[in-house]
């Protein structure tokens, strides 16, 4: 490609409107341009490396027994309200009429629809098991979109489902299927961290995300110094050191006038916050929910609302407290009936804790569970967080942002129960299809990709994935003397297979060409310039080599194949 004809330009200044390395590197370097809010069109340069990451994601699912198709983007509600996830995805989804009236919806994922398409192709356990999967976009109208294309209203998924008829079978496809991601992000040349991921509401019992490191990741994962458990911060677990054991204290009443964090508390009564129980009130589908936890720890809000198997989960408003007869800063459980009372199990380790006594500027000291106050739930609804202990092996916990490039999950039999997707089995009785389903958001990886590949200069696109693996620049190009020899080394490397972008511009000065190349941020530099012709040479860099060498005209392809194939 000539850097002359290409549609896109660079930019020297940020955009005002860019707020991550990738979103700003990537609409300087001219990958994508802006549409509308969450709305991109992909250019050239773009659209080369997506195409790459789909042909290895096609390679992979294909050698674990995937079978690519196709679905609409455009589906009928009726089908989404069979399932019950119309509602669930609310104004999440694109939704709209044909000419009759009839509603319809742009499709935010395709659980539906494959269902509906083994339904009719499935009959008995011959059939199975199956992978189908596509590469295909998705709507889904994001209230906030950010950060490029890490989160946006239109991008594009690889989506895949699989079916058995039991669920040893699911393991394996399940396991095939993560094997299929680590390759898949392996020869897209990025190291990814598999965590355990919360199942949601639909169930399953095994969910895994892949995650890219990336200090603005949206994502935060937790890590094991010493073993090799790996977890989201909605999933993760921890432990808590144990609190040495006290005999128990009367509960007695104190005044704490203006008090009403558990910062100030624990300040204003020369306490730890760990000798503290922290109040805080939800609204779980419509009604009151009081939770405790120690005042050290927080709420893991997805914890939360699996525990009490909610589909509606948010923080009371101050007025639902009022009507709850609830005491902002200085409420517990202590006396409480009529509302419904959840503990993290932080309140079991420990005791002589400082809690609300339910009246304004008061506090109780010596409350202990269970001997002063019930729940109905007791179980781990706390964030784990960085150096807490680790629930496998006790060594210490770390944490990471990351963004979610890959989720794999065993979906069940959620939406073959809904939509009647059932098979014969050998003894002709029948059964609802098992599935699992995996994801990888293709713009997202790319995004992800640029996130954690950059410095100052620009991106570093990682070999396997860089939109030309070349970047050939001419000085001079308007004599012959450069002219000739640069179009020549062009049109060597391209026959060679060696995919070149060639800055054959007459009218940029060096350093603008040297500025773009680092800004593209292609594997290799070669420089054609008078100087060099003049030794015989061409001048050499990769991306990320602090000085360039040279390397004689006759010897420059099998120069750049060496190069590339260090950094493949």
Same mark, same amino acid.
């Given at each position: 490609?000539?850097?002359?004809?290409?549609?896109?330009?660079?930019?020297?200044?940020?955009?005002?409107?860019?707020?991550?390395?990738?979103?700003?590197?990537?609409?300087?370097?001219?990958?994508?341009?802006?549409?509308?809010?969450?709305?991109?069109?992909?250019?050239?340069?773009?659209?080369?490396?997506?195409?790459?990451?789909?042909?290895?994601?096609?390679?992979?699912?294909?050698?674990?027994?995937?079978?690519?198709?196709?679905?609409?983007?455009?589906?009928?509600?009726?089908?989404?309200?069979?399932?019950?996830?119309?509602?669930?995805?609310?104004?999440?989804?694109?939704?709209?009429?044909?000419?009759?009236?009839?509603?319809?919806?742009?499709?935010?994922?395709?659980?539906?629809?494959?269902?509906?398409?083994?339904?009719?192709?499935?009959?008995?356990?011959?059939?199975?098991?199956?992978?189908?999967?596509?590469?295909?976009?998705?709507?889904?109208?994001?209230?906030?979109?950010?950060?490029?294309?890490?989160?946006?209203?239109?991008?594009? &998924?690889?989506?895949?489902? =699989?079916?058995?008829?039991?669920? *040893?079978?699911? !393991? /394996?496809?399940?396991? @095939?299927?993560?094997? $299929?991601?680590?390759?898949?992000?392996?020869?897209?040349?990025?190291?990814?961290?598999?965590?355990?991921?919360?199942?949601?509401?639909?169930?399953?019992?095994?969910?895994?995300?892949?995650?890219?490191?990336?200090?603005?990741?949206?994502?935060?994962?937790?890590?094991?110094?010493?073993?090799?458990?790996?977890?989201?911060?909605?999933?993760?677990?921890?432990?808590?050191?144990?609190?040495?054991?006290?005999?128990?204290?009367?509960?007695?009443?104190?005044?704490?006038?203006?008090?009403?964090?558990?910062?100030?508390?624990?300040?204003?009564?020369?306490?730890?916050?760990?000798?503290?129980?922290?109040?805080?009130?939800?609204?779980?589908?419509?009604?009151?929910?009081?939770?405790?936890?120690?005042?050290?720890?927080?709420?893991?809000?997805?914890?939360? &609302?699996?525990?009490?198997? =909610?589909?509606?989960?948010?923080? *009371?408003?101050? !007025? /639902?407290?009022?009507? @709850?007869?609830?005491? $902002?800063?200085?409420?517990?459980?202590?006396?409480?009936?009529?509302?419904?009372?959840?503990?993290?199990?932080?309140?079991?380790?420990?005791?002589?804790?400082?809690?609300?006594?339910?009246?304004?500027?008061?506090?109780?000291?010596?409350?202990?569970?269970?001997?002063?106050?019930?729940?109905?739930?007791?179980?781990?609804?706390?964030?784990?967080?960085?150096?807490?202990?680790?629930?496998?092996?006790?060594?210490?916990?770390?944490?990471?942002?990351?963004?979610?490039?890959?989720?794999?999950?065993?979906?069940?039999?959620?939406?073959?129960?809904?939509?009647?997707?059932?098979?014969?089995?050998?003894?002709?009785?029948?059964?609802?299809?098992?599935?699992?389903?995996?994801?990888?958001?293709?713009?997202?990886?790319?995004?992800?990709?640029?996130?954690?590949?950059?410095?100052?200069?620009?991106?570093?696109?990682?070999?396997?994935?860089?939109?030309?693996?070349?970047?050939?620049?001419?000085?001079?190009?308007?004599?012959?003397?450069?002219?000739?020899?640069?179009?020549?080394?062009?049109?060597?490397?391209?026959?060679?297979?060696?995919?070149?972008?060639?800055?054959?511009?007459?009218?940029?000065?060096?350093?603008?060409?040297?500025?773009?190349?680092?800004?593209?941020?292609?594997?290799?530099?070669?420089?054609?310039?008078?100087?060099?012709?003049?030794?015989?040479?061409?001048?050499?860099?990769?991306?990320?080599?602090?000085?360039?060498?040279?390397?004689?005209?006759?010897?420059?392809?099998?120069?750049?194949?060496?190069?590339?194939?260090?950094?493949?």
């Amino acid at each position: 490609m000539r850097f002359s004809r290409m549609v896109s330009k660079t930019l020297r200044d940020d955009p005002p409107d860019a707020e991550t390395a990738s979103h700003r590197l990537m609409l300087r370097a001219g990958l994508i341009h802006q549409v509308a809010a969450g709305v991109y069109s992909y250019l050239p340069l773009a659209l080369r490396s997506l195409r790459k990451i789909e042909n290895i994601i096609r390679e992979e699912m294909d050698a674990a027994g995937g079978q690519e198709l196709m679905m609409p983007a455009l589906q009928p509600q009726e089908l989404w309200e069979q399932t019950g996830r119309r509602a669930a995805f609310g104004d999440n989804m694109f939704s709209l009429q044909d000419r009759r009236g009839r509603p319809m919806v742009l499709a935010p994922t395709h659980e539906e629809v494959i269902t509906n398409v083994v339904k009719a192709n499935v009959q008995s356990y011959r059939d199975l098991p199956l992978i189908l999967y596509q590469i295909q976009t998705k709507f889904r109208d994001e209230p906030r979109p950010r950060a490029g294309l890490v989160r946006v209203r239109e991008f594009d &998924m690889k989506d895949a489902y =699989s079916f058995n008829a039991d669920d *040893a079978s699911l !393991d /394996e496809s399940y396991q @095939a299927m993560a094997q $299929a991601y680590r390759n898949i992000f392996r020869r897209c040349g990025l190291p990814v961290l598999m965590a355990e991921a919360d199942s949601g509401a639909i169930g399953g019992k095994d969910s895994h995300e892949f995650l890219l490191a990336t200090e603005t990741g949206e994502d935060t994962v937790i890590t094991c110094l010493s073993c090799d458990y790996t977890a989201n911060a909605e999933k993760a677990e921890s432990k808590i050191p144990w609190a040495e054991s006290e005999a128990e204290q009367p509960l007695e009443e104190v005044s704490t006038p203006g008090v009403k964090t558990i910062f100030g508390l624990a300040e204003f009564l020369g306490v730890p916050e760990s000798k503290t129980l922290k109040a805080v009130f939800y609204m779980s589908d419509g009604e009151p929910v009081f939770v405790t936890i120690r005042g050290d720890l927080d709420v893991n809000e997805v914890k939360l &609302m699996n525990a009490l198997q =909610s589909h509606d989960l948010r923080l *009371a408003e101050d !007025d /639902e407290v009022k009507a @709850a007869g609830l005491v $902002a800063g200085s409420a517990s459980a202590i006396g409480l009936t009529d509302i419904k009372l959840v503990a993290d199990v932080s309140i079991t380790n420990g005791g002589n804790f400082v809690v609300g006594a339910n009246k304004p500027d008061t506090h109780f000291t010596g409350a202990n569970y269970p001997r002063d106050f019930q729940v109905d739930i007791v179980t781990d609804i706390a964030m784990a967080q960085q150096g807490q202990l680790c629930p496998r092996c006790g060594h210490m916990l770390d944490s990471t942002k990351g963004i979610e490039v890959g989720h794999i999950f065993k979906l069940g039999t959620f939406f073959s129960e809904a939509l009647g997707a059932d098979f014969l089995d050998s003894e002709g009785q029948q059964y609802p299809i098992i599935m699992g389903c995996y994801g990888i958001g293709v713009g997202r990886l790319l995004a992800a990709a640029v996130e954690q590949n950059n410095d100052d200069n620009g991106i570093v696109f990682p070999t396997p994935i860089a939109p030309y693996q070349v970047h050939l620049v001419g000085l001079n190009v308007s004599t012959e003397e450069v002219a000739e020899p640069a179009e020549k080394l062009y049109k060597e490397l391209g026959d060679a297979g060696i995919e070149v972008l060639y800055d054959d511009r007459e009218d940029a000065a060096a350093g603008v060409k040297f500025n773009d190349a680092d800004l593209i941020g292609l594997p290799v530099r070669l420089v054609v310039s008078p100087r060099n012709l003049k030794a015989g040479v061409v001048e050499i860099k990769g991306r990320t080599d602090p000085e360039a060498g040279s390397v004689p005209l006759d010897e420059v392809v099998e120069a750049v194949r060496g190069r590339l194939a260090a950094t493949e």
